[in-house]
């Protein structure tokens, strides 16, 4: 397999769009700098890190959760750093019936990362790798998800499944909070432009899930209407 270029950009009429961290090389991160001994150099573990990438928290979030029997409300505590009213739009809470357990709420943040390729590659989003444990500990499970960046153009969350809703749930500015994958041959990250032809191309797709189960069967109409080439990396970029 040969390289491939991923961009990946925040939108730009995302307010406070400065407070977001740029994707970082897991090889760059501090989890990997931290490792010592055979792990760090090992061919599979250098392999698996080389198309690791890390999203960082832009901010202090901290929520705490009240179980209702309708489901469960979800608050902003003390030591969240964004405002109620700014937090709100960035949080999905699931409705009990899309609960994958009755008494673990499920809920999303809105990272608002896109990432698209004009080639064939595959996203894979991760709990974030690191060498220690969260502290304090999540209390919960970070839940994965996988798709193909040239086909659908869709953002980034973080998705949450609360088991221990008797603890908050907190995660202080700039520690990692999505390790993403990508896999395919070796990968070249670049910030890209949101094009108009990129906004197209997310709008087509947005919120499918509210109107029919299956968004495969519309993968062959998405591609036949894509332009050949999306990425258009950022003019201070080199392509």
């Known amino acids: 397999m ?4 991923v961009g990946w950009f925040v939108p730009q009429t995302l307010e406070a769009r400065a407070i977001w961290f740029d994707p970082v090389p897991h090889v760059d991160s501090d989890a990997f700098r931290e490792q010592t001994g055979l792990i760090r150099y090992c061919p599979a573990s250098r392999k698996f890190s080389s198309s ?4 960082r928290s832009p901010f202090d979030l901290h929520l705490r959760c009240e179980m209702s029997p309708a489901g469960c409300e979800v608050s902003v505590a003390e030591k969240s750093s964004i405002k109620p009213d700014k937090l709100a739009p960035l949080i999905k809470v699931h409705p009990k019936a899309e609960w994958r357990h009755p008494s673990r709420p499920l809920l999303q943040v809105m990272l608002n990362y896109y990432f698209l390729s004009d080639d064939d590659v595959d996203i894979q989003y991760l709990s974030p790798v690191t060498t220690t444990f969260f502290e304090p500990a999540l209390p919960g499970l970070v839940l994965q998800g996988r798709w193909n960046i040239r086909s659908w153009v869709r953002p980034v969350n973080f998705v949450f499944e609360w088991w221990d809703t008797s603890a908050d749930l907190y995660i202080p500015r700039g520690q990692p909070i999505l390790n993403v994958m990508f896999l395919a041959g070796d990968i070249k990250l670049v910030e890209a432009e949101e094009t108009d032809e990129v906004v197209a191309m997310a709008r ?11 968004v495969y069967s519309i993968l062959p109409s998405v591609l036949k209407r894509r332009p050949r080439k999306l990425v258009k990396p950022c003019k201070n970029m080199s392509a």
């Open 52 to 55: 690791l990438f890390t999203l």
């Open 2 to 5: 040969g390289s491939h270029v």
């Open 204 to 214: 087509s797709i947005q919120n499918v899930t509210s109107y029919i189960s299956n």
